[in-house]
């Protein structure tokens, strides 16, 4: 047997060097984070000594929050029993309820949405998950995939909740790497 290294010291600063490239990388990221603003609003939400730490700049149906690279608008809330064809109901007692949004990319990079990581529903308080059979009662799409720079995608995002909810209330992030979020709350 020879005395050979098992690694080489090459194969070694190759890898030292990427995982300080990607450290680099992830945490650049993480620092052009900005809250979201609501468009045509005079000034951009600034957390100040007079404002309460819990206090969130919150957004509703027809109104738009603006990230550094997305803008997210509520369009309308819908709730329905079934879907089109009948062959998928809401459990007895629940209803599909679903929010239409339009997702513009204001960037200049293709940008990834995705339901199941941008997006927490709470029904009343109580945290609820995005729903394929809710999503099969709005027909015209989710919101889910990619969009060019200066292109909208509209969808829906869909849960399964109580008849009798009186709120709900969506975090939705910019990027699934992001602590930054809008908070939209519809009220029944």
Known sequence: MSNQNLFSKNSVFRTLLFLLCASVLFLSSACTETPPTKENASEPFKETEANKPEETTTFTTGETAAFENLKITA???????????????????????????????ISQETQTVSSLLLFEAYADGTKCEFSFSAAAAFPDGTLDGDIAPGKKMTGWYSVEIPENWSELELHIADSWISDNKAVFVFKK
Do not use: P, R
Request: proline share 0%; no cysteine; charged share 35%.
């Open 75 to 105: 369009n309308e809330l819908k709730e329905v029993k079934k879907d089109e064809t009948g062959f998928i109901s809401a459990e007895e007692g629940k209803t599909f309820t679903g929010i239409n949004f339009t997702v513009e990319n």
